[in-house]
């Protein structure tokens, strides 16, 4: 099993900044990408970026030059650091990570934390 503990989420005004972080433990072996989410009320979850093992970063196009995400392996650890919030970015935010051979690759999830953007 591996669990994702995630931190960072808060309030904060359109055009500020916050930096999530999200720290894998248990049975890490042969750890591949890890990245975020995001869930809005009423809306399906969507992916917001995806970081490699060897640190190259997806992003969807609302978020480019906006947001960047990173990775420690070292410490099992993925960061998003979010820039010129906007309130559409208000969501719960959750980290992943997909553990295991590419054949038998297990897919799991932080509890999410909540961004809040006023505007």
């Known amino acids: 099993q591996v669990q994702l503990m995630e931190s960072g989420g808060g309030l904060v005004q359109a055009g500020g900044s916050l930096r999530l972080s999200c720290a894998a433990s248990?049975?890490?072996?042969?750890?591949?990408?890890m990245g975020w989410y995001r869930q809005a009320p009423g809306k399906q979850r969507e992916l917001v970026a995806t970081?490699?093992?060897?640190?190259?970063?997806n992003y969807v196009d609302f978020v480019k030059g906006r947001f960047t995400a990173s990775r420690d392996n070292a410490k099992n650890t993925v960061y998003l650091q979010m820039n010129s919030l906007k309130p559409e970015d208000t969501a719960v935010y959750y980290c992943?990570?997909?553990?295991?051979?590419?054949?038998?690759?297990?897919?799991?999830w932080g509890q999410g934390t909540q961004v809040t953007v006023s505007s």
């Open positions: 970081v490699t093992r060897g640190g190259r970063t």
């Open positions: 992943y990570c997909n553990v295991g051979p590419a054949v038998a690759q297990n897919t799991y």
């Open positions: 248990g049975s890490i072996f042969s750890m591949n990408n």
